[in-house]
Structures are given as structure tokens and as C-alpha cells.
């Protein structure tokens, strides 16, 4: 790896390898650093309209739409004795994508090593040093046993490392999980599952229940990505029940009359519960010197 940089960027999902394309294209010297060796799974998968002008700017928009990812003309809301629609084909951008996650991550960071990222994946930042409070430099290690270290400088940090959140997490320490938004997701894959005729193509299904909400996203693959999100509060009650995760997932199912219908003639896909919380988080600061 270089020893120096302009730009050190952490992270290789979207907010990452977009962040790095757009300084690249500008000209900038970008290093990506990625924990993972890509394609790795990552949730997230239903897209807001407004991507497609982020596609545009970073000169990824025609490698995206040649993929083959679900096209996702709207949502379909059925709130309690509510439901409706949202529309995206009256929009500025009409439409969107439900994408599997670890082939458009994938498609977005070799994009990046397309527009002049120097891309390192498998690789872990292990520290930083600062000048003051700025971060200056970067301890990495990479294999097994951390068998190749070294050390990269830089003008320019950019953190996109999400969750693990190196600056925010380890040095700075001022991440804050609002009340509201401390959700539990379970979610799994769905073969086979049917589609809503009376909404958007390709549209998101949310269908609330007593406890939370459902999410069902159609995916190019034919499968359906299907998702109940609780507060973890509730979550933690009914753990303490004694109940599985499949358990809390099947119940609630069964007081969402819009998901069991999509879902009537699919089959689950096997080995692929999973469960995830705090997702959504505030930061007191989102730059910093330098």
C-alpha cells in the first residue's frame, strides 16, 4: 500500500465508494480502506429516487441500470384501517431500485477503482495517530494474525466505516441512540413470494401490526426480503418470554394481512434469520478539523 495520500477513506459501502468517486473524479489522490473482501452482505436494500442523481454525479448510473436490479416505482402503505400509495413515476426521478446489497455494493466500489481509487480490501484500520485534534495517520493490518501492517498518512480522513464508526466510536465518543429510533429488526428471504398488482411495480410493501411494522422487498433474484421491525423494548419482553426469534417473526406475521398474502405460496429460505438493532444513531459532530 502507498504511505501517503490526500484523501484516506474508510469504508467501501455506498457512502464510502460514492464519497471517494466524486473526489477522485475531482482530481484528488483517494485511498479506500475496506475491512471486508467484497462481495460481503449488508441489509438496507429498498433505494430512494433521489440516488439516481448521486448515480449520475459519480458516472455510475448506466452500470446500474444495465445490472438488473428490481426497478421500484413506489411503496404501498397498509397502516391499520389506512392504506395508500406513493407514486415515484410523477416524481423529478420517476423510479429507483430494491437491490440486493452485496452486488450493488460490489458494483459501486469497482466502479470507484474505475475512476482512480487505490481500493484495499481485507484490510483493518487498527489505529490513528493525531496532530492535535486531527487525525494525521493510519495503522492498518491485513491477512491473518495481521501477517502485513503498515501505516498511511494523509491530509484528508473521511470516516464511512457505518456502525463501527472509528472516530465517532473510538476517539470521539459522541454517538447518540434516540428513543425512538431503538428498533430490533428480524428479517429473513422469501422464495416464490407474490407481487402487489394493485401498487407501483416493484414496490416496497409496509404493513403495520400491533407491535411494529413489516417491510416486504421484492429483489431481482426472485426472492423477497421480508422484515418486522419492534422496539427493543417490546423485542426484549418477548425474549424474555421465552420466545424465538422465529416465534416473534411468525406471531407478528400473522396480524399483517398485506405480507401473508404476498407471502402464501412462497417458501422461507432456509438458514436466513436474522436480527439486528441500533441502526439509527446521531453524531454530535460530522467534521472536524483539518
Known amino acids: ?7 484516506l477513506v474508510v469504508g467501501g459501502g455506498p457512502a464510502g465508494s460514492t464519497t471517494a468517486t466524486l473526489l477522485a473524479r475531482e482530481g484528488f489522490d483517494v485511498t479506500l480502506i475496506e475491512k471486508e473482501v467484497f462481495p460481503r452482505y449488508h441489509i438496507g436494500e429498498s433505494l ?41 413515476t410523477k416524481l423529478r426521478h420517476p423510479y429507483s431500485f430494491q437491490v440486493v446489497r452485496a452486488e450493488f ?7 470507484a477503482k474505475s475512476q482512480g481509487v487505490k481500493v484495499y480490501e481485507g484490510t483493518e484500520i487498527r489505529g490513528l495517530t493525531f496532530d492535535g485534534e486531527r487525525p494525521c495517520s493510519a495503522i492498518w493490518a491485513q491477512g491473518p494474525g495481521d501477517t502485513n501492517t503498515g501505516e498511511i498518512s494523509f491530509d484528508t480522513l473521511v470516516d464511512a466505516s457505518g456502525r463501527a464508526g472509528i472516530m465517532g466510536m473510538r476517539y470521539l465518543k459522541n454517538r447518540h441512540y434516540h428513543d425512538a429510533f431503538q428498533n430490533v429488526a428480524i428479517w429473513g428471504y422469501w422464495q416464490g413470494a407474490g407481487r402487489m398488482s394493485f401498487a407501483p411495480d416493484g414496490a416496497i410493501a409496509v404493513g403495520s401490526v400491533p ?22 423494548t417490546t423485542f426484549k419482553e418477548k425474549r424474555q418470554q421465552g420466545k424465538s426469534l422465529e416465534q416473534i417473526y411468525y406471531e407478528a406475521m400473522d396480524e399483517c394481512p398485506l405480507i401473508l398474502d404476498l407471502l402464501k405460496n412462497a417458501t422461507f429460505v432456509p438458514g436466513q434469520m436474522k436480527v439486528e438493532q441500533d441502526y439509527s444513531y446521531m453524531s454530535d459532530e460530522i467534521s472536524g478539523p483539518g
Open 1 to 7: 500500500m502507498n504511505s501517503t495520500t490526500q484523501v
Open 48 to 88: 430512494l429516487p433521489s440516488c439516481l442523481e448521486i448515480l449520475d454525479l459519480i458516472g455510475a448510473r448506466e452500470k446500474v441500470e444495465a445490472y438488473g436490479f428490481q426497478r421500484k416505482d413506489g411503496g404501498y402503505f397498509a397502516w391499520g384501517n389506512e392504506s395508500w400509495e406513493l407514486d415515484f
Open 211 to 232: 407491535d411494529g411494522w413489516f417491510w416486504g422487498i421484492p429483489l431481482h433474484n426472485d426472492t423477497m426480503s421480508v422484515g418486522l421491525v419492534l422496539h427493543k
Open 105 to 111: 455494493d460490489q458494483l459501486l466500489l469497482e466502479h
